[in-house]
Structures are given as structure tokens and as C-alpha cells.
């Protein structure tokens, strides 16, 4: 790879493809009429999913069976992407199977049919959910698999034990099986691996939900592990865990000559575990156990000579080398999982051609079933097909599939969506008409349900959501616990402009059937979603919520339906050395550095280490958890080695799994195999601030990087010795030299091949950059305005507000709105306020403080973060020590300028939002406590290192520590206060997009229209090299995160398309014209004397330059003396 290699690379969202999808990978739809304009950007991810009645006794394994979670895509408002998934129910009539229906009169005979007169639990989940019989409907589900796998069980030990049954026990435990005649190689306890007994829902109870109002958690519900029934009771309930670990027990405590028995448990923990989603622990399990297709795992090998009398074939179930050959696709290797249900097929043709030369009543009954299997294998593929986005090969084997069984109505509708999702709506249409015909021929209830389910689904393309809400309301007429219809019923209500009622439909379903609705995470997930459009009160609601659904939720629910963002600032580190030839003196570098980091990320530490020949690779993470569920620790490291580390938050502009919250998603996609590729794309659309450490375990290669605007810190060292080593760091260290660290270019992603390093003596030849193709902003609008076009009423008016000037103020107002929304939802609700602001009481703040009123409780406090440093030259420096300065006095040594307009815009705060409790935090700096802590400072704003860098740092520093004064409420003390809002919203990015700086009048006094466009493109291109890497070690020092809504893509790319006389006007005078639109979008906040506010500079405000310009001769962009 050449140094110059790049990569197309869209950065951002409103250019990244349409993903393809199963209602709407067709050609884009026009934006809907009327109704839809209120439908705001956050419904991108609302989920149109489809269930069976009653899954919480036959949950379809949604992760599994990619069909019914392909994604769709809905048009909204303006022509925008809203992005709604969409699910079509072809899962359960492909891959998933479900229920025989007695009044099919189909002759088809599944696998169910097995045992149903000895197996009670079977047959309580067959009458459950009903759907047609056919190859379609072999059921491949987990739940179902290990119920029949325990009754298997039961009747082999009721037959060894003269028709009694029992769990062994300790005091049972006597092995009798002798030499070649027993398994013992599968029962030794040396093949099982601990399992995490964590639960999620237990950690979101206790971070969510007070003591007085938490229900407590028992999944295994008092069951008795002696009870015959116990595993099937166990699976039910959903206590996956207590599962595996009674399996595990029975295969240690079973004699070994009990070989069939052993391996049906062996089959049980291993579903227990993929329930869980252990995939790594089953896959491990797994391979100690050997091939499975093994000769003396025959009942004709030698080694079992005598023992089961005249059986053929393998010990081994078949849905067990079903499962062993999709643990590798569960792990993301689909090529491998392909290969091995290939195999599979083969076998199945092997006993078909065999059955089919017999005659006997025995043989036609193998031979169906090993049809029935072949058929159910082939549809597995299709998944695999389609989650590989290879659309006519899935259909192609789909219409194989329909030749064997033309007359199945389930795997005729699963075709038809299969075209749906491919954008054959033609094609779909001409086979649902078939499966009507084939419904009315056979009158049964689901045959019409399910022509009406079709016809629903072609409203939704169609975008009539009139005609679809009709169709669903006959559906639910006749069947009113059909989750599928009451869930599509919502999304349609939604577009209809009736929110209120999609949520009123949602809770009352969850209400109504908590044990199926109320852990249907799909149905959850787009409650959750409706809950944010009511920003004020969803995190309330869905606390509510958790509550209710942990009363029945099992412990491989996954609580991520909440969508409980996980948001995580951290500070990360790495380090490359070769051992062999490393000089020690680095040690305590690496030593501070943790220090530092650790500052960082106080909630949680985590650290791991990779060995290569000499090389070792030193991953350390520490994690400041601000949302979610828990903490999550960090490095993550993935089942083949992947590790992550990253430090940032995601607020939009990427595609999220189905149920999965934002920063999860996007660790599944970087973590799962051969997807680099994909997580090029993936990061590059990421709206938010981020840095990333992404080591490839399978390549070798380290990945790295920032955001585009450069919002998290990260630092790198290249090695300029053999015996030097390579870091990348959050923070630096005064421990090393003063050129040793410099930031990582915030200009795309970097790769460091590890492999190269051992035939290059280069470092810089290992490491290719692959910078951004298409950033979210390249050049902004260079249109020369003329006087024509906007009305002007002379240099000392107010602006007018002609028509193209409104439509830019309601557009902008909504994009600075929404982007202000995205970052302070969801964040826990704590004793203390969660929100502050950087607060100068300029325009900036000001805009910031209104509307993060709008999106927070009314009841709950926002801080307001105001600075004020002494000034050196007005007191006598030699005697301030020791003098007693009266309290008036003090006051006016920090009554700087920013405390003034401080105090008026919490004034004029207060008088647009009187109920809201806003706490005006004086932090007043004296010259003693700012020298005390300008080291500390110093390094950790390294390597910025002027003397401005210095001023803004500690104003920074100082502000979002946050201790200081409020005014007592009757105005005649000041009270000690400290802010613990670990957020902290900051207005950079206003000036350089709105040319707000001082020299934007310069360039147009000297230069006009053409050189004020030149500059402001200048301070675009550059904002990621100036000041936001800085800004972000600073406040990260004291564990908080520093939020910046004026730099959300959106909104970026929208004031970059906008006409320069649209954003700012020089020929208005200081504070007027700078920044015109956000002054006319302030004045629609009620913010009229911010609104006339000029720009002034923190440390001018602060007067933390008076700190820190040592005489008047030096100049901001002079280099400290460390």
C-alpha cells in the first residue's frame, strides 16, 4: 500500500447509500403530503417488526434470522432519509419455522410431529402460535430445539431406570462404563468454560430505578434442578444460564457408557449458550469435543460393538451439527457457516437417494424427513445470502425451494417478499395473488391473515398509510394479540401525525400481554423510539418501562430495545515495543501516561495485551460512563481478537443495528471479521465526536483516528530509533520531552501493518493514510451577493427579515435545535443537575441555554459555568498574599467583562423560562490559585503551546471544574457550589460558520464579499488543527465531556450551502452583523438583548490574558517556556 493510498470514504450522512431493504430498496418515494412535515429526523430509527403471537414461549431468534430484520427505508420529511426498519415476517416463513396448523390439510409433516403425546411442553408451544405446515415450517428455533432435546433425555434415562427419572447429584456420581465403552473424553469437567453470570438488567435497575421500586430479578423463578421437568421449565422461563449449568452438571455426573445421554446434554448447553450469546465459549466448548461428523461417533464404529443394538447412522442429533456448522456464522465468518450447512445438504441428499429405493412405511417416513431437513438447510442459506446482499442468489435458491413444494403458502409469501426486498414490486404482487388463491383454497384463518399481512405490506411501499392502518385494524378485529399488525398499526399512526395514539397502541399491547408483548424487544425497541419524540419525559417513561418488563424478561433479554445509549468518554492508550531491543527510560512515560488517562475515565479501567514474535502490544482503556445500561469496560476485545478502544459518542449519521443502541451497533460492525472495509465507511459517517483504536487481530494492522472535526484528543509518538517504541494516547506527559507527542491529524484514518514491521526499517513506510473523499464540508457557497439581493435600511438598522433570510432562520433554528436535543437526552437522571454550559452570556451560550431548556425537564436545575480571573496589573502582586482584601473589593476584582453579560443573560434566561431553576456559577480564579495550577494545565493542553493556547486552557480548565458561588435565592449571601454535570455544552464552531471573529470584518473591509468568504473558509478547513483537541483534554481532566451542537454535521453542511449575506453581514455594525442569522434566530428565542451582544473573546472576557501575558510586548502566538 502506497503512503498516498486512499479510500472513498463518505463522510457525510445525507450522502451515504440507501441500504438495501426488504419494504423499501426500491427507487426512492416522494416526500408524503401534509401530514408527515411534523415528523422530525429522530425517527431514522424506528423498526416496522413483525412477530408471532406469544413469543415469549417461541422467541424467534431476531440476530439469527437476518430476513426478518433486513432494513427499510421510508422517504420523510423534505425528501430526507428517515430511516424506519421494516421486517416483512419472511423469517418466519424461511429460516424460522413455527407451528403446524390442523387446518391446513397440508400432507406435509414436519419435524414437530415428533413426540408431541410424550412431551407436554411441546405441546403447550405448538398450540401457541399457529401458522401453516411445510418445509417452511420445520422449526429451527433455540427454545423449541432444547425442549425436544429434554424430552429426548427424559425418555432415555426413564428406560434405563426401569421408567423412573431423576437429576444425578453428587452422592449419585459412580462411573461403571469400562474402557472403549463409555464417552469419557465428553464428561471431563476440564471442557467447560466459566459462565459470565452478569446480568443486564440487574445493572440497569440499580442505575435507573430506586431500591423502593425495584423488582427483583429471579429468571430460574424457584425451580427445583431435582424436578424431572426442571430443563424444560428453565427454557420457558427464559433462564438460559441456570440452563447451561444444569447440563453442565449432568454430563460431569453422568457414567459414560450413558453415550447418548451425554451428548444430548452436550446439545442442550451448547443452545443455552448461543441463547446467551456466548458464542466464543460454545465455539470453544464446541471444538474440544472434535469433529462431530467423526466415524466413531457412528453407532456402526467398533468402539460401540454390542451396545445399541441394531442403530445406524450418528450418535450426534442432527440439529446439533446443524448448530456446530452456524456457531462460525453467529461469529461473522458466513462464507465458513455457508460451507458447512453445504455439507450438511449433501448428507441429506446422501439419505434421500438411500430412503428412495425402499419401499417400507419406516423409509417413507425417513425419506420425508430428510427432505424436510435438506429443504430447511437450503433456506438457511438464503438467510446467509441475504445478509451477504446477494439478492438473486436467494431467490434463485428460494424458487429451487418452491419447486419441491409448490403448494406451500409460506414459502410462496417468503418469495414474494424476498422480491419486495430486492425492488420487484411486480414481481412480489404477481406471487401474492398466488398465495391468495392458494389461501382461499385452503379457508383457514392464518391463510387469510396472512393475505392480509401482504396486502398491508404493499400499502406501506405504496406509502398509504390509510389503506395500511385499515388492513391492520381487520387483522386485529379477528386477532387482537397479533403483535405484528398492533406493531405495524403504531408506525402507521406515526406517519399519520398520531403519535400519541402509536404510543397509546404500544402500552396498551404491553400491558395487556406482558409476557409476550412485554419482552418482545422489537415492540420495545420502537416504543422506546416514540418515548424520544416526547423528549421531556422519555427517559421517565422508559425508566417506567424497565420496571415493568424486568417482572418477566429472561436473562438473555437484551436490555439495548431501551435504547439507553451508551455514551463513553474515555481516555484510551496504546503502545508498540519490540522487547528485545527497548529502552526502559520509556517506562515511566508509559507510567504517567496511564495517570493522566485515568483522570479521563474514572468509572471503569481496562487493559490488554497482544505478544508477536518480539513485539508486544499494550492496549489500556479508562472510561468515564455518562448513558446506558452499564459500564462498560474497555478495551472490548471480540471472539477472534479484535480490539476497540474508543472514545466518543454517536449521535447520528450511521446505520444501527436492529435493537441495539447507537455505540453497541457500531462495536458489533467494527469488531466482526473481514468488515474494515465496512468500518471505513461505517466511521466515516459518524456524527459525533470520536477517537478510535482499532487493532484487526486476523490482518495485523492498527487502526486509528479522529473525527473530522477533530472533537476528541488524540495523541501519537513515532519511533525514531529501534529501541524506541510507538504510542497513541488521549493525554500527554510532562515526563516527556517537549517534541514528543503531536496530534494525529483529524484528516481521515491511519493504518499501522504490523507484518511490514519485521521487513522494513521504516516506520513511516508501515503506516498508510486513508483520508477523508468526501468531507461533510469541501468548500462552502462563494456567491458574490449583490445589493439586489436582500433589502438593506441602512448601516445603523436592524436587519430585515425578507423571505430567503426566514426560510434560513427556520431551517437553521431547527437544525441547532435537534443537534442541541441529540446531546442532552438520555443521559441517567442523578441528585445533581446533568447539564452545563460554558457561560459567557454572549449569543453563543445564550442560544445554547434556551434551547437545552426546551429539551430537559422543567423541575430539573441547569448549571451555568461563568469565569472571572483577578487581574495581576491592578493589584500589587508582592503584598496579595498576605493582604486582606474586603469582600466588595473582591467583588469587583472579578467583575470582568463575561461576569457582566454573565449575569444579564441569566437574567434574561430566567425571564423566558421563570420555572426552570438555573444555577449562575461564579467561578472566580484568584492569581495565586492560577499559578498554582499552570503547570498542571500546561501539560495537559501539550502540545498546543502558545501563550493563547495557555489563556483559553485555563479559563477552559478553571470553568469546567466548576467549583465556585451561587447567589443565595433571597440575593443576600453567596453559597459554595460545585457543578457535577458531567456534560458540558460549548459554543464552538458558531464564529467560524457564522463569521463571528473580529478579522471576518477586517477581510471584508479590505477585501469585500470575495475575501470574507475566502476567510471563513480558511477557519472551516482548520478547525480541527486549532482548538477542539486542546479543549477536549482539558475538561476530560476533570471527567466530563465537553458537548458542541454548532459542529453537528447537519448543521455544518447546511450553513456551508448557505449564500455568505444569509450568515453575516459586515456592513451592520459590531453586533449586528457578525453572526446575523444567529442573532435573528436568538431574537425568535426570546433572547433580544443577547441578540446585540458583540463577539469577545474567552480570554479577553475571562481576563485570563491578563494571567498569562507576562508583559505587554508578547503576542498570543508566542511559544511558552516549559
Known amino acids: ?60 431468534e431476531q440476530k439469527e434470522e437476518k430476513i426478518a430484520n433486513a432494513d427499510g427505508q421510508i422517504f420523510g420529511r423534505m425528501g430526507e432519509k428517515s430511516h424506519l426498519r421494516t421486517t416483512s415476517n419472511i423469517s418466519q416463513l424461511v429460516d424460522l419455522t413455527s407451528r403446524r396448523n390442523s387446518e391446513s390439510g397440508n400432507g406435509n409433516q414436519s419435524l414437530l410431529d415428533r413426540d408431541h403425546d410424550q412431551n407436554p411442553a411441546v405441546n403447550q408451544l405448538s398450540s401457541d402460535v399457529q401458522t401453516n405446515v411445510g418445509i417452511a415450517q420445520e422449526n429451527s428455533s433455540i427454545e423449541f430445539t432444547a425442549i425436544e432435546t429434554t424430552s429426548n433425555i427424559k425418555k432415555k434415562r426413564r428406560s434405563q431406570n426401569g421408567g423412573r427419572y431423576m437429576n444425578l447429584k453428587v452422592s449419585d456420581f459412580e462411573r461403571t462404563g469400562s474402557g472403549m465403552q ?33 423488582p427483583q430479578r429471579d429468571t430460574s423463578k424457584g425451580i427445583d434442578t431435582d424436578d424431572e421437568d426442571a430443563l424444560e421449565k428453565l427454557i420457558i422461563n427464559n433462564s438460559w444460564k441456570a440452563v447451561a449449568n444444569l447440563a453442565k452438571d449432568q454430563i460431569i455426573l453422568s457414567d459414560p457408557s450413558e453415550v447418548e445421554l451425554i451428548i444430548e446434554f452436550w446439545h442442550v448447553r451448547l443452545l443455552a449458550l448461543t441463547k446467551l450469546k456466548h458464542y466464543k465459549l460454545a465455539m470453544t466448548e464446541l471444538t474440544k469435543l472434535g469433529d462431530l461428523q467423526r466415524a466413531e461417533l457412528n453407532y456402526e464404529h467398533p468402539r460401540w460393538q454390542g451396545m445399541f443394538d441394531e442403530k445406524k447412522g450418528s450418535m450426534v442429533p442432527f440439529e446439533m451439527r446443524v448448530l456446530a456448522a452456524r456457531l462460525t456464522g453467529y461469529q461473522g465468518n458466513i462464507c465458513d457457516a455457508i460451507d458447512g450447512i453445504f455439507r450438511l445438504i449433501f448428507d441429506c441428499r446422501k439419505m434421500v437417494k438411500e430412503f428412495s429405493t425402499l419401499d417400507t412405511d419406516e423409509a417413507k417416513r425417513e425419506l420425508q424427513t430428510w427432505q424436510l431437513r435438506e429443504g430447511r438447510l437450503m433456506l438457511i442459506v438464503v438467510n446467509y445470502l441475504l445478509e451477504l446482499k446477494d439478492y438473486p442468489a436467494a431467490i434463485s435458491l428460494m424458487e429451487k425451494c418452491l419447486q419441491s413444494f409448490p403448494d406451500d403458502i409460506n414459502l410462496l409469501t417468503g418469495l414474494a417478499r424476498l422480491h419486495l426486498q430486492s425492488g420487484n414490486i411486480v414481481s412480489a404482487e404477481e ?56 406493531n405495524n398499526h403504531a408506525v402507521c399512526e406515526l406517519y399519520l401525525s398520531n403519535s400519541d395514539e402509536a404510543v397509546k397502541l404500544l402500552e396498551d399491547l404491553v400491558n395487556r400481554h406482558p409476557k409476550s408483548a412485554g419482552v418482545c424487544e422489537p415492540l420495545l425497541f420502537n416504543l422506546c423510539i416514540l418515548y424520544e419524540l416526547r423528549s421531556d419525559t422519555s427517559l421517565q417513561r422508559k425508566e417506567r418501562l424497565i420496571a415493568e418488563v424486568a417482572k418477566w424478561a429472561g436473562d438473555q433479554f437484551s436490555v439495548e430495545c431501551f435504547k439507553l445509549a451508551v455514551s463513553l468518554m474515555c481516555g484510551i492508550a496504546f503502545r508498540l515495543i519490540n522487547q528485545n531491543d527497548y ?61 476497540l478502544q474508543w472514545n466518543g459518542e454517536i449521535f447520528d449519521g450511521i446505520e444501527v443495528q436492529p435493537f441495539a443502541n447507537d455505540t453497541m451497533s457500531l462495536c458489533a460492525t467494527l469488531l466482526s471479521r473481514n468488515s474494515i472495509d465496512n468500518a471505513l465507511g461505517v466511521l466515516s459517517n459518524v456524527e459525533g465526536p470520536f477517537a478510535i483504536i482499532y487493532w484487526n487481530d486476523s490482518t495485523r494492522q492498527l487502526w486509528f483516528g479522529r473525527d473530522y472535526f477533530g472533537r476528541r484528543s488524540l495523541l501519537w509518538h513515532k519511533p525514531t530509533s529501534t529501541d524506541d517504541q510507538f504510542m497513541l494516547t488521549s493525554v500527554g506527559t510532562n515526563f516527556a520531552p517537549n517534541d514528543f507527542f503531536t496530534e494525529v491529524p483529524a484528516d481521515g484514518l491511519y493504518c499501522l501493518d504490523v507484518n511490514s514491521l519485521f521487513s522494513t526499517d521504516s516506520f ?30 441602512g448601516a445603523d438598522a436592524i436587519p430585515e427579515i425578507y423571505p430567503q433570510m426566514q426560510q434560513a432562520i427556520d431551517r437553521f433554528l431547527e437544525l441547532l435545535s435537534d443537534s442541541v436535543r441529540l446531546r442532552v437526552i438520555n443521559i441517567p437522571h442523578t441528585v445533581s443537575p446533568r447539564v452545563a454550559v460554558l457561560f459567557s452570556g454572549g449569543i453563543d451560550c445564550m442560544c445554547l441555554a434556551a434551547l437545552a431548556d426546551t429539551y430537559l425537564p422543567e423541575n430539573e436545575p441547569i448549571d451555568l459555568l461563568n469565569v472571572g480571573f483577578e487581574n495581576p496589573r491592578s493589584v500589587d502582586a508582592e503584598g496579595r498574599k498576605s493582604r486582606k482584601v474586603s469582600e466588595e473589593k473582591e467583588k469587583d476584582i472579578f467583575k470582568v467583562p463575561d461576569r457582566i453579560s454573565g449575569r444579564q443573560g441569566v437574567e434574561e434566561l430566567r425571564r423566558i423560562s421563570p420555572k426552570r431553576k438555573w444555577n449562575f456559577i461564579e467561578v472566580d480564579v484568584s492569581y495565586e490559585e492560577s499559578c498554582a495550577h499552570k503547570e498542571e494545565i500546561m501539560e495537559l493542553m501539550h502540545p498546543s503551546d502558545t501563550i493563547m493556547d495557555l489563556s483559553i486552557a485555563m479559563a ?52 469585500g464579499w470575495a475575501r470574507l468568504i475566502s476567510e471563513i473558509q480558511l477557519d472551516i478547513n482548520r478547525i480541527s488543527t486549532r482548538n477542539l483537541g486542546r479543549d477536549d483534554r482539558i475538561i476530560s481532566s476533570h471527567g466530563k465531556e465537553s458537548r458542541c451542537p454548532y459542529l453537528s454535521f447537519q448543521l455544518v453542511t447546511y450553513l456551508s450551502s448557505l449564500p455568505i449575506h444569509l450568515k453575516t453581514d459586515p456592513h451592520f455594525p459590531r453586533g449586528v452583523g457578525e453572526k446575523l442569522l ?42 511558552l517556556v516549559r
Open 764 to 793: 513511516s513506510s508501515a503506516v498508510t493514510h486513508y483520508p477523508w473523499s468526501n468531507p461533510p464540508i469541501s468548500t462552502i457557497n462563494n456567491y458574490i451577493p449583490t445589493t439586489s439581493d436582500y433589502p438593506h435600511n
Open 956 to 1007: 477552559f480548565w478553571f470553568a469546567s471544574r466548576g467549583k465556585g458561588h451561587l447567589v443565595s435565592e433571597d440575593g443576600t449571601r453567596m453559597i459554595d457550589y460545585e457543578s457535577k454535570a458531567r456534560v458540558i455544552l460549548i459554543g464552538i464552531g458558531a464564529d467560524e460558520l457564522l463569521g463571528g471573529y473580529s478579522r471576518h470584518r477586517e477581510a471584508f473591509k479590505h477585501g
Open 1 to 60: 500500500m502506497s503512503d498516498n493510498a486512499s479510500l472513498s470514504l463518505p463522510v457525510s450522512p445525507s450522502t451515504s447509500p440507501p441500504p438495501q431493504s426488504l419494504i423499501h430498496a426500491i427507487q426512492p418515494l416522494p416526500p408524503p403530503p401534509g401530514p408527515l412535515s411534523p415528523i422530525r429526523d429522530d425517527h431514522k430509527q424506528l423498526q416496522v417488526a413483525e412477530f408471532l403471537k406469544d413469543e415469549s414461549l417461541l422467541e424467534l
Open 1078 to 1119: 444567529l442573532r435573528h434566530a436568538a431574537r425568535r428565542l426570546g433572547l433580544f438583548n443577547a441578540s446585540m451582544l458583540w463577539k469577545r473573546a474567552i480570554q479577553f472576557g475571562a481576563k485570563t490574558a491578563k494571567m498569562t501575558y507576562e508583559s505587554r510586548g508578547e503576542r498570543g502566538n508566542m511559544k
Open 583 to 643: 529502552d526502559q527510560s520509556y517506562s515511566n512515560i508509559w507510567v504517567h501516561l496511564n495517570k493522566q488517562n485515568q483522570r479521563r475515565g474514572p468509572d471503569a479501567h481496562g487493559q490488554h495485551t497482544i505478544s508477536i514474535v518480539s513485539l508486544r502490544l499494550d492496549f489500556v482503556a479508562y472510561v468515564l460512563h455518562l448513558r446506558g445500561s452499564n459500564v462498560t469496560s474497555q478495551p472490548i476485545v471480540d471472539d477472534l481478537g479484535n480490539v
Open 182 to 214: 463409555g464417552l469419557f473424553e465428553w464428561t471431563s469437567p476440564s471442557l467447560f468454560t466459566e459462565i459470565p453470570q452478569a446480568d443486564q438488567f440487574t445493572g440497569i435497575l440499580e442505575k435507573y430505578i430506586p431500591p423502593e421500586s425495584r
Open 431 to 486: 406471487l401474492f395473488n398466488n398465495v391468495e388463491i392458494l389461501a382461499k383454497s385452503s379457508g383457514s384463518d392464518s391463510s387469510n391473515e396472512l393475505v392480509l399481512m401482504n396486502s398491508a405490506f404493499i400499502a406501506i411501499v405504496k406509502r398509504d398509510w390509510n389503506a395500511a392502518k385499515k388492513i391492520l385494524n381487520q387483522i386485529l378485529a379477528k386477532n387482537p394479540e397479533n403483535l405484528v399488525a398492533a
